[in-house]
């Protein structure tokens, strides 16, 4: 009699450039190979492609375990435990007590473990260590990928996912700014507002009032998919926006990086750096605004520009 499985197969960034027979097509047809000639009938497959291993809340793994409550299946199988997770304690959890208690047999063909066949030490002692290797090879990589973007920082290089509003990553190097020549006019028109004494409320109806694109408009033409810190779904310009631009020191050529970093290798939440960690470089691009401009008629918005005087909307084009 047949055992129904499935196979469930992962890639994260971080094997993008280590090993070809980590694909998913090379995972899954490595696994097809294995079904058939141990008389084991894959019934689904369940993908992850782009999520960590040592996130265990990935979309395809947490159906494949309601699937498991439902009793779809009797065995899991997977290319190798890097595949399965690579944060050893909840891999441990789940190879060690969930799917045993669940009776489900868990096979991970690199390693030669099966669960049914699996004596005490490949248990207790084998698989634990694998995990922690993975688990390790992890740590590694986030490591190496900070010291990476440390280094780029502190060089000069832009190492954004996309550049701010009136600069566009340059054609030849994308870890350099240049101007956007399609929006840097209404960077410069807000800023010349703002000199002129203008609130944000109020510069931002002007810009409505003619139709300016706002950034996450301009991102969409570029036909770009993106996450923005700006509300995708709000296209039209409010004083947040404003606030965000004219407090934003790249406009006078300040690069400004590293504000913000995540919590650590296994955890997706991001805290604040302290200011005085931050990475700074000068004069890194070229400036869409004067700093002069910046240093005399500006400089009370670096303090608390909540504290604006608002103005009323009387237009000088």
Not at 44 to 49: A, I, L, R, S, T
Request: net charge positive; hydrophobic share 35%.
């Amino acid at each position: 009699m047949k055992t129904n499985a499935c196979m469930y197969l992962r890639l994260s960034k971080e094997d993008e450039n280590v090993n070809e027979s980590n694909s998913i097509s090379n995972q899954r047809g490595l696994i097809k190979s294995y079904a058939e000639s141990n008389g084991l009938t894959i019934i689904k497959e369940y993908v992850d492609d782009g999520y960590s291993g040592t996130n265990f809340e990935r979309p395809k793994f947490k159906e494949m375990l309601k699937d498991l409550e439902l009793g779809k299946f009797q065995a899991i199988i997977v290319k190798d435990l890097s595949r399965f997770g690579r944060d050893y304690i909840e891999a441990g959890k789940y190879l060690q007590k969930i799917f045993p208690e669940k009776g489900v047999r868990f096979i991970s063909v690199n390693d030669n473990y099966d669960s049914d066949s699996a004596d005490v030490s490949d248990m207790h002692l084998i698989l634990p260590i694998r995990n922690f290797i993975n688990d390790s090879y992890a740590r590694d990589i986030s490591t190496k990928v900070k010291s990476s973007q440390s280094m780029k920082r502190k060089k000069g290089e832009f190492i954004g996912a996309f550049a701010p509003f009136g600069y566009k990553k340059s054609d030849s190097d994308k870890h350099k700014l240049v101007i956007d020549k399609e929006v840097f006019h209404i960077i410069k028109r807000i800023f010349s507002m703002k000199v002129e004494g203008y609130s944000s409320k109020a510069i931002a109806d002007f810009l409505n009032s003619i139709g300016m694109v706002t950034p996450s408009k301009h991102k969409e033409n570029m036909g770009t998919n993106f996450a923005t810190g700006f509300v995708v779904k709000n296209s039209k310009w409010d004083a947040k926006m404003i606030n965000r631009i004219i407090t934003n020191r790249v406009y006078v050529g300040d690069l400004e990086q590293g504000k913000k970093t995540k919590l650590n290798y296994k955890s997706k939440k991001i805290i604040d750096v302290k200011k005085d960690d931050w990475v700074v470089i000068h004069n890194s691009h070229k400036a869409i605004i004067d700093n002069e401009i910046v240093n005399n008629g500006l400089h009370f918005l670096y303090k608390d520009f909540l504290h604006c005087l608002s103005m009323p909307i009387v237009y000088r084009l």
